[in-house]
């Protein structure tokens, strides 16, 4: 795989990501100069204070972790794609920050299990199939024994609702924000029934170009999010008069 480090800016000054150069993520950094889903970074990062952790699960090349770090935060990275761990690697170990790199699947039970990238040129399509002789350990959040997570990023590819039921202890005791991407309905459904069993409510409105949704049992972590006029100008080009309406009755 070719691999390029190229400049990129956020809120705190430039920093080099190694990215995959074929790759969807790498392609789209190279474009903007910005991290990827930029929008995101900068919307969560009203959550998050120097010293919190955040549990990065599909990590992936780092993208978000060295935002995440950069802000201050301790971060745990778990990616189970050896190729795209191996850039999360060269990342985490070239830029300063508090990034604990791990090549590590999750789910809802510990095993064994074998990656598959659906899409060819999109590291992150990567997808853990269970298998007792796969080459990648499969963990759970709960078996990590994170202590204090104060916000858990999650994009596994439609594994989801199985990392939540593999953290379901650790939500109980901590309450951490969550940021899930749900690419389909079914299992954005099932998302929202599990949590809401645990207390938590969520911003109907994606905070990415991909639909990637705020979960949290704190109301005050939703509404640090929806008065920001960043999330609401996008908001609204994505949503139409359904948001207008809910802005006006915030």
């Known amino acids: ?121 999109n590291l992150g399509s990567a997808a853990v199939n269970v298998d007792a002789a796969g080459q990648v350990e499969v963990t759970t959040v709960d078996r990590l024994n994170v202590r204090a997570p104060r916000l858990m990023k999650i994009d596994v590819e439609g594994a989801e609702l199985a990392v939540l039921e593999g953290s379901v202890e650790t939500l109980r005791r901590w309450h951490p924000a969550i940021v899930v991407e749900l690419q389909s309905k079914e299992v954005k459904q099932a998302v929202k029934k599990f949590l809401s069993t645990l207390g938590y409510s969520w911003l109907p409105v994606s905070l990415s170009g991909e639909p990637t949704f705020l979960f949290s049992v704190a109301r005050r972590d939703l509404a640090r999010v929806a008065r920001q006029p960043m999330f609401w100008a996008h908001a609204v080009r994505r949503g139409g008069s359904r948001v207008r309406h809910m802005r006006n009755r915030s």
Do not use: W
């Open 1 to 121: 795989m070719q691999t390029q480090t190229v400049p990129v800016s956020d809120l705190y000054g430039p920093y080099s990501l190694t990215v995959a150069a074929d790759d969807h993520i790498g392609k789209e950094i190279l474009r903007t100069g910005r991290p990827y889903e930029y929008r995101l970074l900068r919307l969560t990062a009203s959550l998050i204070s120097p010293g919190d952790l955040v549990v990065d699960v599909g990590a992936n090349i780092g993208n978000h972790a060295l935002s995440y770090s950069r802000h201050g935060c301790r971060v745990l990275a778990l990616e189970p794609n050896p190729d795209a761990f191996e850039i999360l690697r060269q990342n985490a170990c070239r830029n300063v920050g508090d990034i604990d790199p791990r090549n590590v699947a999750v789910s809802r039970q510990a095993g064994r299990g074998s990656v598959r990238v659906r899409i060819p040129g």
